[in-house]
């Protein structure tokens, strides 16, 4: 058994500001912090109000902040969290309003993921065969990678610093799920979804991964959303700040090495934009910052190699295809159709 020091957020109508309420529990240390809550609903506090349901780690329903890292609070023992903390302190999710206590209203997440169109947009070159299955080749369905697994808990967008600091940011739930679809040979809106998300807040990832730390299903969402930057490159090329500060980037390094920060900027912004950031490049350099251009570095061929190699990864190997293409290959054809086939008669004058 273990001590377990309780700090839940508490907040509702009739509170003046929200607080902590403290308690104290003993329970095995395999105890999951869910049922530690209940515990305390059941037998110390009935006014705690926090949303769970299939105690599974399937449905997502209770996820909350536990000593400040988004989780699953069914999956989470509380054994260890005392152990490195000494108590345990619960929080609501981040980065959406709460209602109550450890409720939050989760609008804002969900219209970020139904922003995306999470669902098959018809291609009319393939129309999908009435009546019968749509079959993919094992290496396509590889393509969807870990996004089938998401269960829609929001650790990862309560995780995420980009939607706290941009509300136009989807949150990595969106752009994983609609990644799922931009890969799926059965859709045909690929280009179409590149283009909603390659001008409203594509770039905005800090990649700080701190979504795939969150993540109790291993999506990966900033992988993801890696991919989706460099797919949209791939078919829509440089249209915005964010995808030509990545392209030129690159190029800006493997010419010599080191980063000419003043051809950056005017590749990125151009001329007005980068005179615009004038102020910015005259306290750089009163601090010592050189922002004149190297001279190319020693052993250049090796960096252009690595440049090489991660110009295509292997992982995007089936996306090597022209602008424009069908990117995601062709649909396995369809099998025939089972007919039946009646015996044929029998001779008439029987068997020879």
Known sequence: MVEVPLEIYRKSPQDAAPHYDRFQIEVEEHTPV???LLKVRDEIDPTLSLRYSCRQAICGSCAMRINGKSRLACRTPVGPEVRLRGRIRIDPMGNQPVLRDLVVDQKPFWDRYYAVKPY???????????GRESPMSPEQVEQFRETPRCISCASCYSACPAIASDPSFLGPMALAKLYRFAVDPRDGGYTQRL????NQGLWLCLRCNLCVEACPKDVRPAERIVDLKWMANQELGAREPGSRHAIRFASNLTEGGLLNERRLAVDTLGLGGSLRQLPKAIAM??????????????GLNEVQAIYQALDRPEDLAHRERQKGADVKGPRPPLPPKATTQSAPPPSKGGSP
């Open 34 to 36: 869910l049922t530690v």
């Open 195 to 198: 283009q909603a998300v390659q």
């Open 285 to 298: 350099m009163r601090k010592g910052r050189s922002l004149r251009r190297h001279p190319p570095i020693q």
């Open 120 to 130: 098959l947009i018809p291609d009319p070159a393939h129309p999908l065969p009435e």
